[in-house]
């Protein structure tokens, strides 16, 4: 269950980072979605590593390889199986790991949970690099949404103290991928850059927190409880490596607000009924009331650093000086804005599947 996600949109995702390769089978999906390697293969290029000074200098080329289930740019209505095989592999650096647990990272919890033979190679199944089989996925869910109007549009919202500025819809998409740091606010990402330069020679690394917004979802799309928006993507977006906490509409800030200033009230545009403010994010009672879906996710900095640390050694009981090597992202919130926006349109894929049965 651990490998799996969702009911009608159904995910499992397959590989580890330093195995022959990874991949995920996409099940659920009608035929005739216009879908190409090309699509697919657009999407990836847009979390690979390597792409500027940024981000992990692991030059994998992430190309996609369809096994099964798209023929002549359709879906064929049978599951759908995508792989990558992992070319840029250096595991050497992970060797001395065994018994020092690097700290923020899963090699310790791991490790009592399979033993010591589990291979954490470069993360292991724990690693950043699965989510290329969630933006895999994702590009198949978004042909979905796209037959529907829907979209998923992320960009990062803050990295360390650095905040940008309110943006319209407009401005996140396509400007989003234009910048090195995913920040369509050219003011916000010149900091941005200058900061993670700096962290880069400290050998020291950021958190971040990026926004997504989930546009024209219709009313009522969702269901109560267990089935809720919020749960369903929740559960997602803490898949991903380095997750640490979400928010929705206002989110904690709502915590300091009164009923009066919080509550959206409502009206009417022509002949479509809208909230004139949105601390909801798009959600009432779990389901969609046909506002933009708004939700924000804290991604924790990068565990792997330069700068020296310092750990236990599990198997003489002593406290020891840890240098950990391999290539790793300043900022990993960088290259989870496609993820998000994966998971994003995943979640809405797996309701608009289901609305239909």
Do not use: W
Not at 50 to 64: A, C, K, L, M
Not at 112 to 126: I, P, V
Not at 208 to 235: D, H, K, Q, T, Y
């Amino acid at each position: 269950m651990g490998f799996a996600f969702g009911k009608n949109f159904r995910i499992r995702v397959f590989g580890k980072s330093h195995g022959k390769k990874i991949g995920v089978v996409v099940s659920g999906v009608p035929q005739g979605i216009a879908i190409n390697r090309q699509g697919i293969q657009a999407e990836l290029d847009r979390r690979r590593p390597g792409q500027s000074r940024f981000t992990t200098q692991r030059n994998e080329p992430d190309e996609v390889v369809i096994e099964s289930g798209i023929r002549n740019g359709r879906t064929t209505g049978a599951p759908i199986k995508m792989a990558i095989f992992n070319k840029d592999v250096q595991s050497k650096p992970y060797e001395a790991l065994a018994s020092t647990p690097r700290p923020g990272h899963a090699d310790f919890t791991a490790r009592e949970k399979y033993g010591e033979k589990a291979d954490l190679r470069g993360g292991g199944y724990f690693s950043g690099r699965m989510t290329a089989c969630f933006v895999m996925a994702g590009a198949i869910a978004k042909a979905i949404l796209r037959k529907r109007g829907i979209k998923a549009l992320a960009y990062i919202k803050k990295m360390g103290s650095i905040s940008a500025r309110e943006l319209k819809d407009s401005e996140i998409g396509s400007l989003t991928y234009k910048s090195d740091v995913r920040c369509p606010d050219k003011a916000a990402e010149k900091k941005m850059k200058k900061l993670i330069g700096r962290l880069k020679r400290e050998g020291d690394s950021v958190g971040a927190v990026i926004e997504c917004r989930i546009l024209n979802v219709p009313a009522g799309m969702g269901e109560p409880m267990f089935g809720s928006i919020e749960s369903s993507i929740s559960r997602f977006v803490f898949a991903i490596p380095a997750t640490k906490g979400i928010e929705f509409g206002s989110g904690f800030e709502a915590a300091r607000m009164r009923g009066s200033e919080h509550n959206d009230r409502f009206a009417k545009i022509k002949v479509k009924v809208v909230t004139l403010s949105n601390n909801a994010g798009g959600i009432l009672g779990g389901l969609a009331n046909g506002m933009p879906i708004v939700f924000r996710v804290a991604f924790k900095p990068t565990s792997s650093i330069a700068k020296e640390q310092v750990t236990l050694n599990v198997k003489t009981g002593r406290m020891e000086k840890l240098q950990v090597g391999g290539r790793h992202d300043p900022c990993i919130a960088i290259r989870a804005v496609p993820v998000v926006e994966s998971a994003a349109a995943i979640c809405m894929a797996d309701y608009i599947l289901g609305d239909e049965k």
